[in-house]
């Protein structure tokens, strides 16, 4: 049976995952579980994950956005994956943006 094209990324960060030492899953939201959990989450070196794999033009729902979005304000990181970043789940859960946007800070100064 050939995969889908979103269980070929789901693959392709699962074997990362395996690779770097993380814990993950795949939680099954039927029945007493939570509608709009991310497909794959996990601990890497003390952090919490969620990734929400899509492939081709899909996008998440609205549900799962919210959840992402909680995660991420929750302190774990939470994002989509698809083809165009999947082989980045490395730096993804270091933090490292490979194309960081410069971020201003106006904190005020204060003076002793």
């Known amino acids: 049976m050939a995969m889908t094209p979103e269980a070929k990324v789901k693959k392709k960060v ?8 993380a814990y993950y899953f795949y939680p099954i939201t039927s029945g007493f579980g939570r509608s709009g959990v991310p497909d794959i989450v996990g601990s890497y070196r003390g952090n919490f994950f969620a990734f929400e794999c899509k492939a081709g033009k899909n996008k998440p729902t609205a ?3 919210k959840n992402l979005s909680d995660i991420n304000v929750a302190g774990g990181i939470a994002c989509v994956v698809n083809e165009e970043n999947m082989m980045d789940i490395e730096n993804i859960l270091k933090g490292i943006d490979p194309e960081p946007e410069q971020i201003e800070m106006d904190f005020p100064v204060q003076y002793e």
Request: glycine share 10%; net charge neutral.
């Open 63 to 65: 549900l799962q956005d």
């Open 14 to 21: 699962a074997d990362q995952l395996k690779k770097l030492g």
